[in-house]
């Protein structure tokens, strides 16, 4: 994940985190005041929520989310039916970038948790 803050150097963090919001590892980029784990936690929340919705319209499953505020900029990636990996960066950071980054990391990290 070190990889990716590197790529983009607006991210504030990175994190692998379990359907339950508990982070299994984390990466942090450039400072700020808000409190993303927290934030972070409820952003997987939405996530389980959209899928949900999305099972029960039958439209497929949800491979990623992403949510922009005035503040940040946030994906969320499925990595295994367990785990998610998110990243929030600067408003200004060039979200496609980052959802590429996310796309080539998932499966890599899918691999490792499953050794």
Known sequence: MLEVTA???ETM???LM??????????SGAATDIDLASYLVEVT??????ERSSQQLSTGPVDELVLRTANLSTIVRRVTDEYLL???MKPEGNTGKA????RITAP?????LAA
């Open 7 to 9: 790529a983009l150097p």
């Open 99 to 102: 959802r590429y980054w996310l």
């Open 18 to 27: 379990d359907r339950d919001g508990i982070t299994v590892d984390t990466a």
């Open 86 to 88: 998110a990243l929030s």
């Open 108 to 112: 890599k990290l899918a691999k490792e």
């Open 13 to 15: 963090l990175i994190t």
């Open 45 to 50: 929340g939405a996530f389980s929520q959209v």
